[in-house]
């Protein structure tokens, strides 16, 4: 795993030590190793910048940017099944002086073209230079497991892992795309392709970026989607056979995940997703497999009890990572630097803490994320599979009128319910899912915490809503089922610009490489054709995946509500943090800026603290934004 960046400079202005610079602040992505590659043509100067963190080949044979012939490479990723794609390029006569997956991508380019990234089982960001053709390509992972920026403007290109990147190259222009910040108030991040400064963008997952530097055109061009798996018909296997398949890939996909020449180790939550990736892995393997669960107890964040009981059934070597509420607060302020990209996530802060301690037993963690997406394990699925048609049929008029007496209500008031996992912030959400519950409306409604309406009165100027995942219409009608239709969408916005970016920049902090077995993309494009029953059957979510995990762990282990890294926000924002938002989110500020309306932000602000609690979440996106301001607008 690594860190890159670099540019296209058709002015011809960009030197080496621009580079340089750009790569200085992903050391943390890449601390063991830098590498820089000026090349300069009749029409432009490429630079190419690295930051290295061994996992493969770790001797200079695997040191990027790395030149084969006319192709230059700058990378960040793995590609799992390097070494089957080596043993055939070996058989086609090339010859390798190392043992690194960056010099097998080389070849395959060599021998293949753009079209051998179709071969590749991994995770990555990488960008080729074509001197011969003159062509350059940014090419992103099917998931979007690797972040890809670039930026646009004044015959300059620039493209990184991380925004923070751009702001040391001196032709940078910082300016703020108003509309990103309304996309990130409603959804806690900025959806892709979008991104928080004007003419800058993220390569779309399962995408490339092809530049021909003689014409300077651009085309983003597709090379794999995950509709095109839904829209397949449904599978005609037995659920048995199913089960049997499903596990065969799964465990290829874990296997695959432990190639390297570094210490390997597995976040256990102690929940069915991580469970199961423990489980096919240990039960395959000699030596035990190192665990790793964190805990922060003063907030009742916990899974601690639950991973144990796990690890000590599948005998694992397991560790127990125990942090103080004040830890966890400490990290507040570090936030903005690592996510350089308002993201309001607040399981960022236990990610990031489970990664540091990790880190110092292993360089390379294992996470089971895209287990909800792929196999239906969110409660939204289940909410709109008991209630969606329901609730169509109660009448606009009862709906409203519940509405009416929710608002009336503070969710802090409601004895029993308020004290449950994540409910303040469901209550809010419950509001505008009753105001329109179509299909549609519900997965917009529990993925927004502000409506396109509220966005009027929040933003002090008018604003264009983004194109972003949540419009798409690619799912066949006939194909179309409420299940596969929001777990498509999860797996393109949710998954993508959450959670994806928070184990990314959670991991890097760290410097440990952050691996998804989970989200190989063999297992999508199999689960997608799998009849839904398959997936969610009497209540059951995850059904295929349960019952392959029950074969390994008890059911009694592993039956207990989804816990989630939940943080008490309401509380910190009613005491530790009370001080940060009285600092960052007052009135001279908000006006100076002029992007808020500062009446909206002072009555959500009075009210949260006048007992609102369901406001949380809301004035937590406004500390998040405005602590990134401070960071990357004011300085």
Known sequence: MCGIAGFIDFNKKSTELNVKSMIEPLTHRGPDGEGTLLLNNDHSIIGLGHKRLSIIDLSSNGKQPMSFGHLHLTYNGEIYNFQEIKNE??????????ESDTEMILHAYLEWGIKAIEKFIGMFAIVIFDEKQN?????????????????????????TSELKAFHKHPHFEKELDLNAVAAYMQYGNVPTPHCIFKNCQKVYPGHYLKIELNLKNQEQIQYWNVYDYYNKPKSKISYKEAKIKTEQILLSACKYRMVADVPVGIFLSGGYDSSTVSALL??????????????VPDIGLNEAPYAKD?????????????????EA????????????????????????????????????AL?????????????????????????????YFLRQFIVTIMNSISSDKLPILKNKYNFHNRYEKLKTVLKDPSEK????????QFTDEQMKNIMFKDTAILNNMFQSDELQKHRKSPLSYMMAIDFQTYLLDDILQKVDRATMTHSLEGREPMLDHRILEFAAQLPDSFKYYKGIKKRILKDITHQYIPKELLDRPKMGFAIPIASWLNNHLKEYVQHYINKEKIIRQGIFQWDFVVKLKSDFYRGRKEYDTKLWYFLMFQMWYDKWMNN
């Open 441 to 448: 409306e519900i997965m917009l409604s529990l993925s927004q």
């Open 310 to 326: 796990i690890a000590s059934h599948l005998g694992t070597d397991h560790y127990e990572i125990n942090c103080s509420e004040q």
């Open 282 to 295: 240990q039960s395959n393997s000699a030596a035990k497999l190192k665990t790793f669960t964190i805990g």
């Open 367 to 395: 996470s089971a994320d895209g287990g909800d997406e792929i196999f239906g394990g969110y409660n939204r699925y289940d909410f709109m599979l008991r209630y969606g048609k329901k609730l169509n049929t109660v009448p």
């Open 135 to 159: 062509e350059l390509f940014l090419i992103r992972d099917r998931a979007g497991v690797k972040p890809l920026f670039y930026y646009c403007k004044n015959n300059l290109i620039l493209f």
């Open 89 to 98: 390029l070996v058989a086609l006569g090339h010859s390798f002086s190392g």
């Open 329 to 364: 607060i400490e990290m507040v302020k570090d936030l903005p630097f690592y996510y350089d990209e308002p993201f309001a996530d607040s399981s960022a802060i236990p990610t990031t803490l489970v990664s540091k301690m990790a880190r110092k037993e292993v360089t390379v």
